[in-house]
């Protein structure tokens, strides 16, 4: 039997963050995109109830949660949404994540570095 999935997705949203290895970086702060889409079954008996789906607002919400704290790792980042969107959303069935960090300091000639967490049931 054919099944319709439905996908939900929040492109190049931009944090400043205390996010990197180097206690200056937590200091400073750094320029993130962060990306994340989910997919789940399409089951949609009224394409206008907002029940039906997941709210995008809600992913984003979780993005700034996680997005705020000091940490070292883009990591943990990715791997603190991806858990946060499967304790919350049993039904999602694929998850991706991309962390982006602008112009990272280490002296080289680099215009970004990217962490990728994906989740498959």
């Known amino acids: 039997m054919a099944q319709i999935t439905q996908k939900i ?3 190049n949203v931009r944090f400043f963050s205390p996010i990197g290895f180097y206690e200056e970086e937590q200091l400073l702060g750094n320029e993130f995109f962060v990306n994340v889409s989910v997919s789940f079954p399409f ?3 009224d394409a ?3 029940n039906n789906t997941l709210n995008y607002e809600d992913l ?3 993005l700034a949660e996680v997005m705020s ?3 070292k790792l883009l990591e943990s980042a990715a791997e603190d949404i991806l858990n ?3 304790e919350g959303y049993a039904y999602l069935e694929q998850i991706e994540v991309s962390i982006k960090k602008m112009n990272p300091p280490f002296g080289g000639d680099l215009a970004n570095s990217v ?3 994906s989740f498959q049931r």
């Open 9 to 11: 997705a929040l492109d």
């Open 43 to 45: 089951k949609n008996p």
């Open 48 to 50: 206008e109830d907002l």
């Open 60 to 62: 984003y919400r979780i």
């Open 69 to 71: 704290p000091r940490r």
């Open 84 to 86: 946060k969107l499967l």
């Open 115 to 117: 962490v990728s967490l």
